[in-house]
């Protein structure tokens, strides 16, 4: 199993209670030392050998790529895949590939990194792509596809809601061109978690996340529906869905846009680079 993003908070808490069911888990994180001090502490928490922490920045293409070859050298198959490793910027910032970081850390990383590790996830006898989203994406009224990258109108929360709506139609579009592939793709909101995705930069956020704050459970609790969907025989056929808590809920009106999944989808793979495999 993969967990992106598992130095903190709820990958952190996931990759750990995977650890403890006795799976192999590799934790891709950006930050080799924060990555192996969780392996570590993992290992010693759990009695499992069998986690690792591999590099891995999502927002960028050529680390995506390089961990994608290295993982499907080591290992000949990926039974689970978590695309969990998120952020919230307060001010807009530009990958090193030109491309506004909220969107590529989010979105577009998990497109990527499924996309590279299809082949694995192919030859496990029942793969599952479990993508980390929000409820947040329901502010959002619709998809600029004008302004993916938000450079008209940007604001922290408005860019984390429109990645993680763009991750619900990617989870949709992509479990109906899977359909025949025994892969099963879900979305999921955690719920409000206390973790470090909270940003203290800005006066009106600092508000909305000591307002969260009051109201949040712990990174423990925020992975159940991830651990849910990663592990439960009851989901073992559920694909193309979105969870709130262990149940199957809508997600909001625009994410079941068929012309705007595909045209999400169009974009994505146009920005990604990655020619028109499925
Ligand atoms: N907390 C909530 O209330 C809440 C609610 C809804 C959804 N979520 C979602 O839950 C997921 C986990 O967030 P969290 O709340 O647990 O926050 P968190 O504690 O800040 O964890 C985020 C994780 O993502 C990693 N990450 C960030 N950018 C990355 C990159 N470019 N490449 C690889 N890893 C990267 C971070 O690594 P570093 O240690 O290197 O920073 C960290 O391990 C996110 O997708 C978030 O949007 C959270």
Known sequence: MIVTGATSGIGRAAAERLARGGATVVLACRDAQKGDAAAVAIRAATGNSAVRAMTCDVSSKESIDAFAVEFQRRFDHLDVLVNNAGIMNPRRKLTPSGIEETFATNYLGAFILTHALLGALRASRQGRVINVSSAGHRDLSRIPFDDLQLVQNYSGVRAYNLSKAALIMFTYTLAEKLAD??????????GIVRSNIWPGELLYLRIG?????LIAVSSDKGADNTVYLATSPEVAGVTGKYFH???????????YDRAGQQRLWDLSLELAAIPAAL
């Not at 808590?245 to 994410?255: D, M, V």
């Open 181 to 190: 592939a025994r892969i099963t793709v879900n979305a999921l909101h955690p």
């Open 245 to 255: 808590g262990l149940r199957e809920k809508r997600s909001s009106r625009i994410t």
């Open 209 to 213: 996340s000591a307002l969260c704050k």
